[in-house]
């Protein structure tokens, strides 16, 4: 293995454990809120939520892509840092501004008419976010993940501790010292401390960022904006139109529904059973902090050194994602407690969820073709197909499957993205992938995951032996990987290392 692949791995196993065991942490308040809030509460919740994802990407208007692609290039690149650091935090201050301005008209739009604090909160939730992504953005590009992993570990951990306070220690105390804590009340109002507490952990994070402040005072350079601007404006479009196809059903869905409390109430229902599969997700978010320093750094090798790491990348990514399906599948008949009693109907989506974010991390993956290679307006081609398609199979599906369709499209959509990524690589940037090698490990987590349905369907249902079969099937499909990636002798080596010891 390349050394610059190892670097790959290392720092995507910092990210990585920041944002898995970060996000981690915050997927077990899924079996908190989902056990205090309502289904109705718990989709409101997960509505405006897609709504903070789809205007933060607004808000960065493809500056953190831009920003390490002119970083890598530009002499001085502590006056690319100061430049965007600027440019960012005068657009985040303007739309706060603005959004508090027009605040009733916004809340009457978003559904929410008397949460006028609520939608308040979104909108300093949003700016401060938007601001941040600068700041974690030069800590990725410095090689600081140690410090990156300080900063996000310290907001989910302030964000838990005051969830836990709000909605368990406060409660308690107002029981015991009714004269001190008897005005605390949760029921109704469990949104509203959701959203402070986030509003809260992004001020915190800033104070924690504020120390990379100092590397932004190299000035502002109009000249190297505008073209920052030009290359992140199909970023932008890409990314607005890619989140929004990762949204669309939180957006969507509620709206779909003569009844909105129904959609609401359903929605909530689906979105608990997502965070499920959210393990997925985490490793996929992980991969990506630290592909896109990887990959421009590479960049600079060229010829097929480059390439050959971005191959060899890619093949471990799908290793490591089709184990994690293989292993969330085996396990979720105990997963699905996760989730309070009134949300486990929409289990099925579950697999369908993880397909999704599968291929997602694959097309994200084949991405590097048009960044390397400036055509990043292919980026925003495809994000435009693939949120059609999505969007067309939520709305004409949503009346006759409900939630179901939400966990198609994602599929449907993603696949259709990733293949054309491909062809067009092949065209403009031609990578060799160890397409054989990869379609045995898909083939073999599939006959595994066949296997264990079989069992399931047609033997037995009794969880203390299809548990256990199950846990054999993950087994075997890492005793397969290991004996073929192993190199000099597959698992030989490694057994007879392990029993020296």
């Not at 993940?145 to 105390?173: K, Q, S």
């Not at 505008?226 to 990762?246: A, T």
């Not at 393990?279 to 991969?287: C, P, V, Y």
């Not at 109907?345 to 969820?353: C, M, R």
């Amino acid at each position: 293995m390349a050394n610059p692949l190892k670097s790959l791995i290392k720092d995507t196993a910092v990210y990585g454990l920041s944002s898995v065991v970060g996000r981690f942490l915050n997927w077990l308040l899924t079996a908190l809120y989902s056990r205090v809030l309502f289904t109705g509460e718990f989709g409101v919740m997960t509505n405006l939520y897609a709504v903070i994802a789809l205007l933060l990407i607004v808000l960065t208007y493809g500056m953190e892509t831009s920003f390490f692609r002119f970083s890598s290039t530009h002499e001085r690149p502590s006056l690319v840092y100061s430049t965007v650091l600027r440019a960012i935090g005068a657009t985040s201050a303007l739309f706060l501004i603005l959004g508090l301005i027009f605040l009733s008209p916004i809340t009457a739009y978003l559904g929410r008419e008397g949460d006028e604090g609520l939608v308040a909160m979104l909108l300093g939730i949003v700016a401060l976010d938007a601001f941040a992504t600068i700041p974690l953005g030069y800590l990725r590009y410095a090689q600081r993940p140690w410090w990156f992993m300080g900063v996000r570990m310290g907001f989910i951990l302030l964000t838990i501790l005051l969830t836990l306070l709000a909605f368990y220690g406060l409660p308690w105390l107002a029981e015991g010292f009714p004269s001190l804590f008897g005005g605390w009340e949760i029921s109704g109002h469990g949104l509203y401390y959701i959203m402070g507490i986030n509003l809260i952990g992004n001020i915190v994070q800033i104070l924690m960022l504020s120390p990379t402040f100092k590397h932004a005072c190299d000035g502002f350079d109009w000249g190297l904006l505008r073209r920052m601007l030009s290359y992140g404006w199909p970023i932008l479009l890409l990314g607005l139109v890619g989140s929004f196809n990762n949204q669309a059903d939180k957006l969507l869905f509620p709206r779909l529904f003569d009844d909105r409390a129904l959609g609401e109430s359903e929605l909530g229902i689906y979105s608990a059973c997502y965070k499920i599969a959210v393990i997925m997700i985490l490793f996929t978010q992980a991969f990506r902090y630290a592909y896109d320093p990887f990959v421009f750094a590479r960049s600079k090798e060229g010829g097929e050194s480059a390439k050959s790491a971005y191959a060899v990348s890619m093949k471990y990514y799908i290793i490591f994602t089709l184990f994690i399906f293989l292993g969330v599948m085996s396990t979720l008949e105990l997963l699905q407690y996760f989730v309070g009693p009134d949300f486990r109907g929409g289990l099925a989506v579950v697999p369908w969820v993880m397909a999704g974010q599968l291929l997602f991390g694959i097309y994200f993956n084949l991405s590097l073709w048009y960044k390397l290679t400036d055509r990043t307006y292919w980026g925003a081609i495809l994000s435009v197909v693939g949120c059609i398609l999505t969007v067309l199979i939520i709305v004409l599906g949503t009346p006759h499957y409900s939630y179901m369709a939400c966990a198609w499209a994602s599929v449907v959509s993603n696949g259709l993205i990733t293949l054309l990524s491909y062809f067009l690589a092949q065209r403009y940037y031609p990578i060799r992938y160890e397409l054989g090698r990869i379609g045995l490990y898909v083939g073999l987590a599939l006959g595994l995951l066949l296997a264990e349905w079989l069992l399931a369907e047609y033997v037995t249902d009794y969880v203390w032996v299809t548990l256990p079969f199950n846990l054999l099937m993950c087994l075997v499909y890492l005793l397969v990987v290991l004996k073929l990636e192993l190199p000099s002798g597959g698992l030989k080596p490694l057994l007879a290392r392990f029993n020296k010891r």
